[in-house]
């Protein structure tokens, strides 16, 4: 019998998933992203952990075959990160610094959101499609492409990359990338919030938001889903923003499905329905658009599209996703 590993590298946390062979979730934990000395401890204190878990539930370290990680920020074919400022990386090869723990098993590394959708693609909202996009709507905005059972990261690693595509470009306020008017600036969490504010201050229409302090953007979704006309011209400008930016995707690869995950898409149909609208406005033919649904492993993607990776770099078989269907 073997195991296999999925890592999902946080800046504050990292999270861990032990896999039967059959990818089936036998425990899950996680610990706290050790920073010191320029990210260096990182992949040690995660070794570690997987060390002490397989003592725990009495598995060898050879029966290890393979460890997937999710990584945020740009990862290349080999595993290698030119710079990875969440984890303070510059030039690490992290497949190589991994294998140093685990030199018998199949090391693979892939950018989170890329890993997240590989997951949801083959066990989640995707697995009744041939092509998909996941965007993961969080503190940003993350996105990933699956095509035919293969993830696309591009020349550059940044296909599927929906934060930062421009939408608005009057915008005012500068994107924490230097730009102006991004995907990232208005359906993050932090865009929600930031957007909802500024439609109080410049009227005195009336709004359940009015007079709260502080309001996350699951209060805004919750507003809206009863109704508060402030709080739905928000969702509908600021997840317009993706629904405009999907329509560009749409045209350049055209994908079955676009599977909405992250924390804001707990608050689930309201948050389909503002993408839904923007999006049908700029396709073309928009009756044949593709599907929206809400993604169905939560925190568990990126563990499970991690572990997944590095059974497919091993050879190992993934399943036909039809077997998985549900539908
Ligand atoms: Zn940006």
Not at 83 to 111: D, G, Q, S, T
Not at 166 to 182: A, F, I, K, R
Not at 285 to 310: H, P, Q, S
Request: include cysteine.
């Amino acid at each position: 019998m073997g195991v296999i590993i999925g890592v999902d590298v946080g800046g504050t946390q990292i999270k861990l998933g032990l896999f039967s062979e059959e990818y089936a979730l036998i425990k899950k934990w996680s610990c706290k992203t050790d920073l010191a000395e320029s990210g260096r401890r990182i992949i040690p204190s995660a070794a570690e952990e997987i060390y002490r878990m397989l003592e725990e539930n009495g598995i060898g370290r050879e029966e290890v075959y393979g460890i997937g990680m999710g990584i945020p920020g740009p990862v290349d074919s080999e595993g290698y990160v030119r710079n990875c400022v969440n984890l303070h990386w510059n030039n690490f090869h992290v497949v190589r610094e991994m294998k140093h723990f685990f030199p018998k098993a199949e090391i693979a590394a892939e950018n989170d959101a890329n890993a997240a959708a590989f997951g949801e693609y083959y066990r989640g909202a995707g697995r009744a499609f041939s092509s998909m996009m996941l965007v993961t709507l969080g503190t940003g905005v993350g996105g990933g492409i699956v095509l035919n059972g293969q993830i696309l990261s591009g020349a550059h690693s940044i296909a599927g990359e929906i934060g930062h595509v421009t939408v608005y470009s009057d915008e005012e306020s500068v994107c924490n990338c230097g730009n102006h008017g991004c995907v990232d600036q208005f359906a993050s969490a932090t865009g929600i919030v930031r957007y909802m504010k500024k439609l109080l201050a410049g009227t005195e229409a009336d709004s359940m938001l009015r007079g709260l302090g502080k309001m996350t953007a699951k209060e805004i979704c919750e507003a809206a889903d009863k109704g508060d006309g402030l709080a739905v011209k928000c969702l509908d400008k600021c997840l317009g923003a993706l629904g405009i930016g999907l329509g560009y995707f749409s045209h350049a690869f055209d994908p079955e499905v676009y599977v909405i995950g992250g924390g804001v898409s707990n608050a689930g149909k309201i948050i389909i329905e503002s993408i839904e609208k923007e999006y049908c406005r700029h396709i073309r033919l928009a009756e044949k658009g593709a599907v929206f649904c809400i993604a169905e492993l939560g925190n568990d993607a990126g563990i499970t599209g991690a572990a997944l990776l590095a059974g497919q770099k091993d050879g190992r078989a993934l399943w036909r996703k039809e077997l998985f269907m549900t539908k």
